[in-house]
Structure formats: structure tokens, C-alpha cells
């Protein structure tokens, strides 16, 4: 048998997925995925992710406000957020985060991240955090607010110096489709340079396709070709490949410990 697999962030409340839940779940789980990690971008999205979580025990979620939806973010809308992150099945709040792509104000970018830092401080959850050209203000406003509970840097594609940073202030670094590209020399260094309790495997379907699917919709059953990527990075096997980043992900976002 062999050693199942966790994917830290996919997007099973979005389309198409979401027309087709049943069957891509049982197809990654045919590939040897066991668990999945469902992260919030809008407040349209968090009724159907509590549906799915709801018929599936092994679906967590992570709700929260994409910066691209900041527009989205209110008083009412947060006090939403703060009721949902009691649901049982939630483990961490996001994806939140900053991004200098967007045409949206840097201010207001930071204010609905740090509203949403709070809740989670709150509930002494983890955080999935979407970071663009931004990690040098995103560090320093984690370290202002004094944030300690971790959680992911999702779709890393930074420095090594950010990732280390990232990982003194306990964040593991989500690594995604982008690993596959032959192009992502980078990416690929920091993988082999950080502490092997540093990564965590991500399929962020149905975006970031990995290769050889590149430019297709992604599919939560792909997981098994980054793990494989990262394996062959590492110089592990696929078995303590999962073994190692399924055991990463139970900590880092505080997953049961006995349900996989």
C-alpha cells in the first residue's frame, strides 16, 4: 500500500471542479491522495466549501478574502468569517494575503489582511497567505502584529532568503505545479535547500496545471507528478516523500493526526 498524500490547497468550490467534486476527489484518491485542503478567495465561495467539507471527512477548510476580492471585505463580511472559523473542519484561514500585480490599493490590501491575521490570531489558527513581489512588507507586517501560529507561504515561487525568513516565523512554503518546469531553477534550488520540514505539496487545482499538463485545468489528481518532481529534488523515494510533507501539512495546519 502506498503512502497516501495530502493537498494542502485546492480549490474543489471552484469551477469546473466543483460541477464534478465526487469524481475528481475519487480519481486523487485513486492517484493516493487521501486529504485536501480547501482555501477561501471570496465570501460566495465559503457556502459551498462548508457543503463539501460537510459530505467529506477528509476535506478541510481555509476561508478567507483573496486580496483580489478586497472589495468584498465589510464589517458584516468579517463577522461572517469569525461565526465559519468555528466550523469543526476548518483548520486555517485564507488565502489572504498581498500582491503588487493587482490594481487594487496597497492600504487596503493591508488592511484586510491584517483584519483577517487578527481573526485568525483569535482563534489561534494558521494562516494560507497568497504573497506577489510583496514578501519584504508581508514579513514585516507578520512581525508587527506579532503573528505566531504559522501556516503556509501557498504557490512559493520567492528567494531562499525569503524562505528561510519565512520559515524562522513558521511558515512551510507550498509548493506547487511550478516545480515542474524545467524553467523554475529557482524554485527547484529552494527546494533542495530548505529543511525537509519545510515543504508542503499543493496542486492548487484547478489553476497551475503541472507538466506535462501545463496550460490544461488543473486536476486534484495530479498531486503524484510534483510529489514526484520534489522527490527526485530531494534524492527521496515518493513513499518519504509523502510520508514526510503529509506529516508537514497535519502540523503546519493543525489537520487531525489520526485520519490519515
Not at 466543483?18 to 478567495?41: I, M, N, T, Y
Not at 472589495?71 to 468579517?78: D, H, K, L
Not at 494562516?127 to 508587527?144: N, P, S
Amino acid at each position: 500500500m502506498r503512502e497516501p498524500l495530502l493537498d494542502s490547497h485546492v480549490h474543489l468550490s471552484s469551477k469546473p471542479i466543483v460541477d464534478q467534486v465526487d469524481k475528481h476527489l475519487e480519481r486523487a484518491r485513486q492517484a493516493g491522495v487521501s486529504g485536501w485542503v480547501v482555501p477561501g478567495v471570496r465570501p460566495g465561495d465559503w457556502a459551498c466549501m462548508k457543503t463539501i467539507a460537510d459530505r467529506f471527512a477528509a476535506v478541510f477548510l481555509a476561508p478567507g478574502v483573496h486580496p483580489m476580492e478586497e472589495a468584498q471585505w465589510n464589517s458584516a463580511v468579517r463577522e461572517r468569517l469569525a461565526a465559519l472559523l468555528q466550523h469543526s473542519q476548518v483548520v486555517a484561514v485564507g488565502e489572504i494575503g498581498l500582491d503588487k500585480r493587482l490594481d487594487v490599493s496597497v492600504k487596503r490590501q493591508e488592511e484586510v489582511f491584517l483584519e483577517q491575521i487578527e481573526l485568525a490570531s483569535q482563534r489561534a489558527l494558521p494562516v494560507i497567505i497568497h504573497c506577489c513581489q510583496r514578501y519584504g512588507r508581508l514579513l514585516e507586517l507578520l512581525d508587527r502584529v506579532g503573528f505566531s501560529h504559522g501556516g503556509v507561504f501557498h504557490g512559493f515561487s520567492g528567494s531562499l532568503e525569503v524562505a528561510q525568513e519565512g520559515w524562522k516565523r513558521g511558515f512551510a512554503l507550498g509548493i506547487g505545479g511550478l516545480v515542474t518546469r524545467p524553467e523554475s531553477r529557482r524554485l527547484r534550488g529552494v527546494v533542495q535547500a530548505l529543511p525537509p520540514e519545510a515543504l508542503v505539496l499543493e496542486t492548487d487545482a484547478p489553476d497551475g496545471a503541472p507538466h506535462p499538463h501545463r496550460g490544461k485545468v488543473n486536476r486534484p489528481e495530479w498531486l503524484p507528478l510534483i510529489a514526484q518532481q520534489v522527490a527526485d529534488l530531494r534524492g527521496w523515494t515518493l513513499e518519504e516523500t509523502a510520508q514526510i510533507t503529509r506529516a508537514n501539512t497535519v502540523r503546519q495546519l493543525c489537520l487531525p493526526k489520526g485520519l490519515f
